[in-house]
């Protein structure tokens, strides 16, 4: 029995995960230059997702992923 | 094999078996399981090989089965002595000849049914279980990469599938070709596989097949058991680490279990790696036993979370296989990525009212949170939240021969998809499932047979769509048994599927499998009716099995594409045809010569065509042709082989296409595992495998990655360390 809850700890604790923030590189495009915006993490990144970036009234996606 | 033990004299159901041994050593058997005539658990031998019947055992026949012997079938209206012999075998071929499902929560059923504990799928070690699946006659792996594997019955799959975790029917979103199902191999004993239509007994939707995952704990022994493995795999840079525990005292059992796994991205024959088919997965379950003498009942939580990369992504305006390919091998999360979190809660319970009537309940909750992550972390492209609620009321009539069943199947099932997603692709719905089975089983020793009828309405409801379904099925099947080593089984059943939301109501881009899709409001149920033949004869030294199968499909849903896009997405839309004729046949071969009793060749054939004047049916599966040469060494010691087995697997070209798929050329691909056990008790096990031998470069038919031109994974090196107590 001492022997199963042992096996038991150890499978709790390997189970148990740490939430941190994503962090990601940003940048969007405007006339086909890439404008690097830098790390944005957290809740930094999902207004970066959401609201995008304003430039002179227009909208423009920014990207925080790979391609 | 079956033998039939006949003497003469009276029963007594408070009668012990005084001892149940080993026909070679005359040693008694431990852990021998016993089930009644219809498959139901009755109990196990002790220590000493003893059984004792209960008195609430109402069937006068009963079998006796344990890992590497022969099935033992027992009437117990004649006298067979104090002493009961069972004779080893480890033919895989003859599991198939089990005439019925054994263990467990299931519907007891005399239909051929393909059963196969976890060690006999997974002899070479695979990444999944569902891969290990594949093994199996008739089935098949449908794959996005490694990580998301779907079965394929019959050339059937998606939500044609139905699926069953200790007779709990789960409900998620398979109907899509790149959603998996979230059950691991995870303390799973063994897993049977029904193959056409089975609606008598599952219902709506068991159109290709039934998959029946048994884990065991229904049946759970006196005692503590501990098991564990860590599996490394050199491919995808793969490990994935599993360990259970189970207790059971008296009356009362409880089980708690985990696994992790994480892989890169995989690697094909090129020395390339094919980009984002990296994923890792996170399952635990929970389980609480009861065992009473009139009332049995289980209660289990399992859990899964994933991260699965979607691979054949590119922002490449021509792309090519090169697009999709990258010569570092990653593991961190990019996009596109697919996350699944789900849960779900079985509650599975039954009342012995007398010896003759059983009464079953299984029911429970399922939750799962499907997102599709397209271009950006935070904000999801596609999600869903699927929740049910099935109920299964099942009561048993039970006499010396004959068993009456009338049940009561149902479930609640509601999609939400995510405020937050981009994109919907199917509106917010609900349906409501009502069935209703009756069956009646005779058991005659040498024949047994069944015949039932069932009912079905399903009523689905959605923004500007309301509409109830109902469909009638029936099913028959007989087994005859001419000797002690031929069987005969014969099966003819229908079965039916609902259009599912996604074909009636979907509207937009699917990222997961790259198209945008358009469903048909008018689509009707599909319809199918099989014959399954399935003759055996089970030698000594030499065993044979041949099952062709014809199946007559109405209203068949398949995916047309339009020729169109959006957004660089073809556009496909449901289309249905009046009727198509599907008809195949598994054939194979079981040879253990007496001159040389440490080996064991198996061979067998699966074929499947269509006969139709449309272009309904792609994926195909190609032809199939699997071998195995096993060598058992029979040593002593503490560190023994167990067996060293050699498998090639010839897959023939697959022609047979719509025209907007990719034949696929031949292939073969060769396997090999040695397995080695520690210790005089046996208590830990080393796999050591290659899979994909010469590194061969293949596509799959059904790998979902197909018409990206990518390779399916070259040579995997796999080893797996187990531990039992």
């Known amino acids: ?67 | 094999m079956l033998v039939v033990v006949c003497t003469y004299a009276q029963i007594s159901y408070s009668q012990i078996i005084k001892s149940v041994k080993d026909a070679q050593s005359l040693q008694p058997l431990n852990d021998v399981t016993v089930y009644d005539a219809f498959g139901r658990f009755v109990t196990y031998s002790n220590e000493l090989g003893v059984v004792v019947l209960p008195d609430s055992l109402s069937s006068v026949i009963i079998t006796l089965e344990k890992p590497g012997f022969k099935s033992l079938y027992l009437d117990l209206s004649h006298d067979h002595g104090d002493d009961i012999f069972l004779s080893r075998h480890s033919q895989v071929l003859e599991e198939v000849a089990i005439v019925w499902q054994s263990a467990y929560l299931g519907l007891p059923t005399f239909a051929n049914i393909d059963s196969r504990s976890i060690e006999q799928l997974n002899g070479i070690p695979q990444t999944n279980l569902m891969q290990s699946l594949a093994e199996i006659p008739g089935v098949y792996s449908s794959n996005t990469g490694p990580g998301i594997s779907k079965p394929v019955i019959r050339g059937l799959q998606g939500n044609r599938i139905l699926t069953f975790f200790d007779g709990y029917k789960l409900e998620g979103q398979q109907w899509g070709g790149d959603h998996g199902l979230g059950i691991t191999e995870l303390g799973v004993k063994d897993v049977s596989v029904v193959k056409g239509p089975a609606a008598l007994l599952y219902g709506a939707d068991a159109m290709g097949g039934v998959l029946l995952i048994n884990d065991g704990f229904w049946e759970t022994e006196q005692g503590l058991k501990i098991s564990a493995f860590s599996q490394f795999e050199t491919n995808s840079m793969g490990t994935t680490s599993a360990a259970q525990i189970q207790h059971r005292k008296n009356k009362w059992a409880w089980q708690a279990g985990g696994r992790f796994t994480s892989h890169a991205d995989y690697k094909i024959a090129k020395k390339q790696f094919v980009d984002n088919s990296r994923f890792n997965e996170y399952n635990a379950k929970l389980g609480l036993g009861f065992y009473g003498g009139k009332f049995r009942s289980t209660l289990q939580v399992l859990m899964t979370q994933n991260q699965i990369g979607l691979p054949g992504h590119t922002h490449d305006s021509d792309p090519d296989e090169s697009s999709f390919v990258t010569n570092v091998q990653k593991r961190n999360k990019i996009l596109p990525v697919q996350y699944n979190k789900q849960w779900f809660t079985i509650w599975n319970a039954e009342w012995q009212f007398s010896n003759k009537d059983v009464l079953k309940l299984t029911t429970g909750f399922t939750h799962q949170n499907l997102l599709e992550h397209d271009h950006k972390h935070t904000i999801p492209a596609l999600g869903m939240i699927t929740q049910n609620i099935p109920v299964q009321l099942m009561f048993h009539h039970t006499q010396k021969r004959s068993m009456l069943t009338a049940g009561l199947q149902g479930m609640y099932n509601q999609i939400t998809n995510n405020k937050e997603a981009e994109e919907i692709l199917i509106p917010n719905a609900n349906q409501k499932d009502v069935g209703a089975v009756l069956k009646m089983q005779w058991d005659r020793v040498k024949w047994k047979t069944e015949f039932g009828i069932r009912g079905d309405f399903r009523h689905i409801n959605a923004k500007s769509f309301s509409k109830t379904y109902f469909g009638a099925n029936a099913g028959w099947n007989t087994t005859i048994h001419f000797g002690s080593k031929r069987t005969l089984k014969v099966g003819l059943n229908s079965g039916f599927r609902i259009p599912h939301l996604s074909e009636l109501l979907a509207n937009g881009a699917h990222h997961g499998t790259f198209r945008y899709e358009i469903g048909n409001r008018n689509l009707k149920p599909e319809k199918a009716v099989q014959i399954d033949v399935s003759y055996d004869r089970m030698g000594d030294h030499f065993s044979f099995i041949l099952n062709p199968f014809v199946a007559l499909l109405n209203d068949f849903i398949y995916l047309n594409p339009t020729g169109q896009s959006i957004n660089s997405m073809p556009i496909f839309e449901y289309k249905q045809i009046n009727w198509a004729l599907q008809y195949g046949a598994d054939v194979g071969i079981h040879w253990h010569p007496h001159f040389a009793h440490s080996w064991h060749l198996e061979s067998t054939i699966s074929y499947l065509n269509y006969a139709s004047n449309s272009t309904a049916f792609s994926l195909i599966p190609a032809p199939r042709w699997n071998s195995s040469l096993k060598y058992e060494p029979t040593m002593k010691g503490k560190i023994r082989i167990e067996d060293v087995q050699l498998q090639f697997t010839y897959f023939f070209p697959q022609k047979n296409t719509v025209s907007y798929e990719w034949a696929t050329a031949d292939y073969g691909l060769l396997n090999v595992g040695m397995n080695t056990v520690f210790g005089s008790k046996e208590r830990w096990k080393i796999q050591i495998a290659v899979r994909n031998l010469t590194n061969k470069q293949y596509i799959d038919h059904l790998s979902r990655l197909k018409p990206l031109g990518l390779y399916n994974p070259g040579r995997n090196i796999i080893i797996k360390l187990i531990y039992n107590l």
Request: hydrophobic share 35%; net charge negative; glycine share 8%.
């Open chain 1, 1 to 67: 029995m001492k022997k199963g809850l042992f096996v038991l700890g150890l499978a709790a604790i390997s189970f148990v995960a740490c939430k941190k923030d994503e962090c990601h590189a940003c940048h969007y495009e405007l006339s086909e230059e890439r404008i690097e915006l830098g790390q944005k993490c957290g809740d930094d990144l999902k207004q970066a997702e959401t609201a995008g970036m304003v430039v002179d009234g227009v909208k423009y996606d920014i990207h925080c992923h790979e391609h």
